[in-house]
């Protein structure tokens, strides 16, 4: 019964790809009233995307309790399994045309859940074409998603053995010593790719190997990212292609949520950058 709704649950989720990102034109601009529960400022495509996305999750049976970034609370829509939705993650990006996507965490257990309850975790990537990256069973699976379907691109994914791209979010002032330190040394090392939205900038992570970071700040130790919409899933898809995810002082798979929308700092890429990331950390 849990694979099958998993199933259903991803095939929703692929199969509003195409139409969400054909929606977000008509979606892109204007700020919503309503604050966004973690103060960040919504605009219109996340308020859209967030109805799309929980109107058709919450109809499948074997689903109990749904939470959106864009909500306070989880909505209680039967029994079952935890999804957890970041609907548009890198709206800001909608404006200048730039990646984002849809972050979805799928959790045997009450939230808030952490890394040992999750069975499941997704991303869709809005970019030159429309792609889901899937980790089920701790395998990850790429895809291109049409209006008339899908198609698998490729099978086991793997971070590549050689990192090569780096991004790190936040400004340099505000680094911590400690990892504005490391930071030298992997610039040194690595290419700089950051586009302002983790679901692309992971992806770059997935496909070329390397580290993204949005690490803690002096003056926000906790940084940017939330723990139980992006930390925990998009953790457990890098772990799932051999890499590893860190909260900066452990895994990121161990840590374990008190509040739906507390923040983390992320650090997930390559297993040597992120061991060598811990230990300057120290
Ligand atoms: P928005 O969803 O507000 O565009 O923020 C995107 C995000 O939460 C995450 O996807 C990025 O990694 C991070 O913020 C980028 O933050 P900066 O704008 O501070 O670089």
New binding site residues.
């Given amino acids: 019964m849990m694979d099958d709704t998993i199933d259903q649950v991803l095939d929703v989720v692929a199969g509003l790809g195409p139409e969400i990102a054909a929606g977000l034109w008509s979606h892109r601009g204007a700020a919503v009233a309503e604050d966004h529960p973690t103060g960040?400022?919504a605009i219109d495509a996340?308020v859209w995307a967030d109805a799309l996305l929980v109107d058709r999750l919450s109809t499948i049976e074997g689903v109990g309790q749904l939470a959106s970034e864009e909500r306070e609370e989880p909505v209680d829509v039967g029994d079952g399994l935890s999804i957890t939705i970041?609907p548009?993650?890198?709206?800001?990006?909608v404006a200048t045309n730039n990646l984002?996507g849809t972050i979805v965490g799928i959790f045997d257990g009450q939230l808030p859940a952490g890394g040992e309850d999750i069975a499941g975790a997704a991303y869709v990537l809005f970019g030159p074409i429309t792609t889901m990256v899937v980790a089920v069973e701790d395998t990850v699976t790429e895809l291109a998603l049409g209006r008339s379907g899908s198609q698998t691109l490729q099978r086991d994914v793997t971070l590549p053995a050689e990192p090569v791209v780096y991004g790190f979010?936040?400004k340099d002032p505000d680094w911590t010593p400690a990892f504005a330190s490391f930071a030298d040394e992997i610039r040194d090392e690595l290419k700089l790719r950051?586009g302002?939205?983790?679901?692309g900038?992971v992806n770059q992570i997935l496909h070329h190997g390397g580290m993204?970071a949005?690490p803690a700040l002096r003056e926000r130790p906790e940084g940017?990212?939330r723990l139980q919409f992006?930390g925990i899933p998009m953790g457990y898809i890098i772990e799932a292609a051999g890499g590893r995810a860190s909260t900066g002082v452990g895994p990121m798979l161990e840590a374990a949520p008190t509040d739906l929308h507390q923040r983390t700092p992320v650090y997930l890429g390559n297993t040597e950058l992120i061991d060598r990331l811990e230990v300057a950390l120290e």
């Fill in positions: 960040d400022e996340d970041d548009l993650d890198g709206s800001s990006n984002c979010g936040g950051y302002g939205a983790m679901v900038d993204f949005y940017k990212l992006e």
